[in-house]
Nanobody, 124 residues
């Protein structure tokens, strides 16, 4: 079992940066791939980025490729999402999620554990 807590959200101007953290409890963090998803009001929850359990494989949504970077530190049981060049359309609640096993899946249905979310608001 793993429990996830996101932090680092906030209000930022367009063009700015934020770094989200996803802290996990439990001793098996390194057994889970981690994904970041986001959900804007009235929209479906969408994939943002994912990283495999070893950190060796990453994947990104086209909308954030080149602006966002996902990483993890298994010694600290924490995953990160560095977000640069933020745009107003990045405004959403951001969730981290854990996938037990190999790979870095992009479907929300492959993830069994979810955090409570952190709000990111980008003003124009």
């Amino acid at each position: 079992q793993v429990q996830l807590v996101e932090s680092g959200g906030g209000l930022v101007q367009a063009g700015g940066s934020l770094r989200l953290s996803c802290a996990a409890t439990g001793r098996t963090f390194s057994s889970y791939g981690i994904g970041w998803f986001r959900q804007a009001p009235g929209k479906e929850r969408e994939f943002v980025a994912a990283i495999s359990k070893s950190g060796g494989r990453t994947s990104y949504a086209d909308s954030v490729e080149g602006r966002f970077t996902i990483s993890r530190d298994n010694a600290k049981n924490t995953a990160y999402l560095q977000m640069n060049s933020l745009k107003p359309e990045d405004t959403a609640v951001y969730y981290c999620a854990a996938h037990y096993g190999l790979g870095s899946p992009t479907s929300r249905y492959d993830y069994s554990h979810w955090g409570q979310g952190t709000q990111v608001t980008v003003s124009s």
